[in-house]
């Protein structure tokens, strides 16, 4: 399938910065010259003859054949995110969630033992611990973020390893260069979830990291429209295990989704670089607040992994938490008297999200997993937006009035 290099089909060079991979690895221009990146909505591909048709199914001569297997669009956002993450391949799936039963599957058997960090997005570790167990597959979980944390549960082998880092809500950061020379020495698959921060911000292929995976459905489409995951990687050999599974499982993503992304990814440098600086300034002015016990973001100074934070990742992102005092009642609250924000589980948008995690993200858990993992019932989670910061803080000090208000009554 490799085109001709010339000015419509361009070499995704490996010396262009970041902001230019972002704008222009992985175009793609059809017959017409078309300037904007062509949508192939598409199920399947035609042949001149049966001969070909048979030629391509039977000795798997290059070409597409079936949108389940391969299709342009989605090849163009792989090849864009994965240049973005400094790696040799980029493999979609229909979700985020998509992409990491694709990874199970394609990488793990029963007797397999993987590791996994305590604060992953939950249902990453329902998908692990209550499916994958179902088939043999062994399960051990984390306590803790620091080095030795890990080595003590790596100490008895690992065929695959997954975290994320920071974490969601609170931002837990793993040393991610530390880890991946940990499972190095077990020759262990170290999967990186770079959801929260994506390749603008940090790069785990470049830490150590064996792959990367992404659900596209948060930054990467930055607007709340489409579902998408990804997986990144170096090694051609994983991407052609990938294929192979995936082929048989068809947990593809639509070209059209694709296409969102393709072109999301245009500017996920400027929309990341600018809700992170508007997330540092309500974190900074959240601190403050005298009803505000906690502020977790890994941008602040006061945030016990904020040196190793300042480390491995180049910004700090959009996502940061909050507790309020007053318990469980004052965080409804608050979140009510807000006007605009949107009360919504998502995060990554455009437009600034509001969550009471331990009711509706970790809604889910038990009671003591929630305070084992620091979730507690006064927690708010913001995704900071592009709205103005002033205009958050606005609506943010609607709400902690209102709970002041009901605490001097
Ligand atoms: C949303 C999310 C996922 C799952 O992605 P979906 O696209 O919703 O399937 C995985 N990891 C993190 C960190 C997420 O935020």
Request: proline share 4%; glycine share 10%; aromatic share 6%.
């Amino acid at each position: 399938m490799e085109s001709l290099v010339t000015r419509d089909n361009p070499p995704s060079s490996s010396s262009w910065r970041p902001a230019t991979r972002a704008v222009r690895s992985g175009q793609r221009r059809g017959s017409e010259r078309e300037h904007a990146d062509p949508l192939y909505l598409t199920s399947s591909f035609v042949f001149d003859q049966a001969e070909a048709a048979a030629g391509h199914f039977r000795d798997g001569e290059e070409g597409n054949i079936y949108s389940r297997f391969t299709n342009p669009t989605v090849e163009s956002f792989e090849r864009r995110l994965a240049s973005m993450e400094g790696g040799e391949w980029g493999f979609a799936t229909a979700s985020g969630m998509a992409a990491i039963t694709l990874l199970a599957l394609t990488f793990l058997k029963a007797g397999d033992r993987v590791v996994l960090g305590r604060n992953l997005f939950g249902s990453t570790l329902t998908l692990f611990s209550k499916t994958f167990a179902r088939f043999g597959v062994d399960v051990a979980i984390v306590d803790g973020s620091a080095p030795q944390d890990w080595s003590r549960v790596l100490a008895s082998g690992a065929a695959m390893v997954f975290a994320e880092s920071p974490s969601n809500p609170l931002g837990e950061v793993v040393d991610i260069a530390d880890l991946s020379r940990q499972c190095a020495e077990i020759e262990a698959l170290l999967v990186i979830d770079n959801c929260l921060l994506t390749p603008v911000l940090q790069r785990p292929l470049e830490l150590g990291a064996d792959i990367v995976m992404h659900s596209a459905t948060k930054m990467i489409d930055g607007q709340g429209r489409c579902l998408g995951g990804v997986l990144c990687g170096r090694d051609p050999q994983q991407r052609e295990a990938l294929m192979t599974m995936q082929r048989s499982a068809g947990f593809t993503l639509s070209a059209f989704n694709a296409w969102v992304f393709h072109n999301g990814l245009q500017t996920l440098p400027i929309r990341v670089a600018q809700q992170s600086a508007n997330a540092g300034r309500v974190a900074e002015w959240l601190a403050k607040q005298p009803d505000v016990e906690c502020v977790h973001y890994t941008g602040l100074p006061s945030h016990p992994d904020h040196n190793l934070a300042c480390q491995q990742q180049s910004g700090f992102g959009q996502v940061l938490s909050f507790a309020v005092a007053g318990g469980e009642r004052s965080a409804w609250r608050l979140i009510d008297a807000t006007e605009w924000l949107s009360i919504t589980g998502n995060l990554g948008d455009a437009r600034t999200t509001i969550t009471h995690p331990a009711s509706t993200t970790h809604g889910r858990l038990s009671d003591a997993d929630r305070a084992r993992m620091g979730i507690g019932s006064n927690l708010i989670r913001l995704s900071v937006g592009l709205e103005d910061p002033d205009d958050v803080i606005d609506e943010l000090a609607r709400g902690l009035a209102a709970i002041a208000s009901v605490a001097g009554a």
